[in-house]
């Protein structure tokens, strides 16, 4: 992976990856750390040693993700295998905060809130997990089809494609 910039395209950094497979989740990041997760595991890479060209890992974690792209939430980052194991990690320490199995297989990205992470399965089951240092359910949804569609979050609404179907989920409060 290379970073550059858009008016030159002369390389400021780049890192090499040793996926253990295909990298098919996507990288997400703070403003201290770059985070990347496959199928062997989740590391943490830190930009300052990135441009100086110092070892950037600052840890590694055996938590992973294949398909399913992780998110940051809290200083937290939640990651979930395509099987349904859903793990929170210290953005700072990479230490595991918790690690539960979800039920169905995973292929759509995780989404988050202040207060919430999304997790859809293929079944076009949600389970709304509190963004939180301990595991709490919230609520889970059944939308009674299949879905392996990332949720998409704009404006304080969610929408979520199912196999024949788009649905706009919004608080109901709101509509008032």
Not at 53 to 63: E, M
Request: hydrophobic letters at 40%; charged letters at 20%; one cysteine or more.
């Amino acid at each position: 992976m290379k970073a550059l910039p858009l008016g030159s395209g002369d390389e400021l950094w780049g890192y090499r990856f040793a996926a253990g497979g295909d990298l098919v989740s996507s990288l997400t990041s703070d403003a201290e750390r770059l985070y990347l997760s496959d199928i062997t595991g989740t590391v943490a890479l830190d930009y300052a040693s990135l441009v100086s060209g110092h070892d950037p890992v600052r840890w590694t974690n055996k938590a992973r993700a294949n398909c399913a792209s992780p998110v940051l939430s809290n200083g937290i980052l939640f990651t979930v295998t395509d099987t349904g194991i859903a793990t929170a990690l210290r953005v700072d320490t990479g230490a595991t905060l918790w690690r539960q199995r979800l039920p169905g297989h995973y292929f759509a990205s995780l989404v988050a809130s202040p207060e919430a992470v999304y997790f859809t399965n293929s079944d076009g089951v949600t389970t709304v997990v509190g963004a939180e240092r301990t595991f709490r359910v919230i609520a889970q949804n059944h939308l009674g089809e299949p879905t392996v569609a990332s949720m998409a979050a704009v404006r304080g609404e969610l929408f979520v494609r199912t196999a024949t179907k788009v649905y706009a989920i919004t608080d109901p409060s709101r509509l008032r």
